[in-house]
């Protein structure tokens, strides 16, 4: 039953990377400006460990080298997704296949800045997100910090033929819980390459010392 659902969400998100490239696909950006707000605001030093959950084929990668960030590792259920970014970054980054809503091969209390654009709002049953949640709160050092980027609430409610979980800050303070502080968040829009408009909300939190 748990192998099936890991199954067939990895099967769908390798045949959308194989059936459009990286610059086709709904959530493609050039620039990753409000991440990249958002992850100098947290005040990491530039070898802090920063883990890019559901990182695609993200270009994200290549703007935090190109900011002086050096300790990067992209996770993403997609072989193929990741293929293409380490095609270009090779052993800049490392690089890790794995299901987020399953236990991660990732040291506890390793990570100082967990991110993810347009990721959990994916996980629309219990079981999905509390595995997610887990790695989070297992992974992510006290005095760590969380960006989460998701559909607003007035955004679309699908993305890539699935069901979304949608977010506002409130409720993504909610799903962290009081362990976690919300530093900052940022309601945007955000346009796909076919000219669609896809509301934001992304959010900075602190994990608490
Ligand atoms: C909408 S894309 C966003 C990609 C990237 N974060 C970006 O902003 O370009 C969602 C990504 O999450 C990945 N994903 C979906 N479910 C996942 C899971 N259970 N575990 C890890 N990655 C997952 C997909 O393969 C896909 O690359």
Redesign the pocket.
Known sequence: MVAKR?HS?KEH?QS??SLKSAQE?????AQ?EVSIEFINNSGIIKDARIL???????T?LDDLLDEGYSNIVA????AS?LAVSRKRLADLITWEV????YPLDIEENSIDLWH????LH??TSNI?KQGYLKNLKRVVKRGGFVII?TFSPEGAPQ??GLDLQRYDEEMLEQFLGSDFELILFKRHVHSTPSGAKRPYVSTLFKRRE
């Open positions: 890991s969400t998100w959308v990377y696909v709904g959530w493609f950006q990753h890019d959950v559901g990182s695609g084929a993200t994200l996770m993403d259920i997609s997704a794995a299901d987020i809503t993810d654009r347009a990721v994916f996980f999905e980027e993305c890539s």
